[in-house]
């Protein structure tokens, strides 16, 4: 019995510690993740406090990408191309690119990269800038609820809706 149990243990805390991309990334009309936005330049951005607008994220290159989670991925450098291709699921956001928000209340839908923030090192995208005001007014609880989701709907097809109020102009054509 004791076997089992620790068996049981394990397997539970192994699960936890299983990244949140098992499902399909979400891709829009321009034919790549986050709407060619560079994932790895997240990093070298100031966030702003809660309740103020983030920096404007970074347009990836058409002539720099690389391929995981059955998406392309566009960067602005090959530096950054080739720290995400070390450690994807470290840069890639949350969710497969869903709004963290949307999967905190049990669905699907578009992250818009403009509309991030990293908490405890992890990049996570929300839809419009309502539903950030919703998504910072708890932050940690809207995370544990879509962690809590994620299990239910990762296998579900990636969104097919559009961002609204969103057109891309990445990645940059070179």
């Known amino acids: 019995m004791k076997r089992f149990v620790f068996a049981l243990a394990t397997a539970a805390v192994t699960a936890l510690a299983l990244p949140v991309f098992a499902g399909e990334q979400y891709v829009d009309g321009t034919g790549y993740a986050v709407s060619g936005y ?9 966030q702003s406090t809660i309740g103020q607008s983030q920096p404007q994220g970074v347009q990836g290159k058409a002539s720099i990408t690389a391929d995981w989670n059955g998406a392309i991925w566009a960067f602005a450098t090959e530096e950054n191309r080739d720290k995400f291709l070390a450690n994807p699921t470290f840069y890639a956001p949350q969710f497969d690119g ?8 049990g669905g699907k839908v578009p992250g818009n990269p403009n509309l991030w923030r990293i908490v405890d090192d992890k990049l996570y995208l929300n839809i419009t800038k309502n539903v950030v005001g919703f998504w910072e007014e708890d932050i940690p609880g809207n995370i544990n609820k879509a962690d809590g989701n994620w299990p239910g709907i990762e296998t579900k097809a990636a969104s097919t809706s559009v961002i609204p109020d969103f057109t891309s102009a990445a990645p940059i054509k070179n």
């Open 38 to 46: 560079d994932v790895v330049a997240y990093r070298g951005l100031a």
């Open 98 to 105: 869903h709004c963290a928000y949307g999967v905190s209340k």
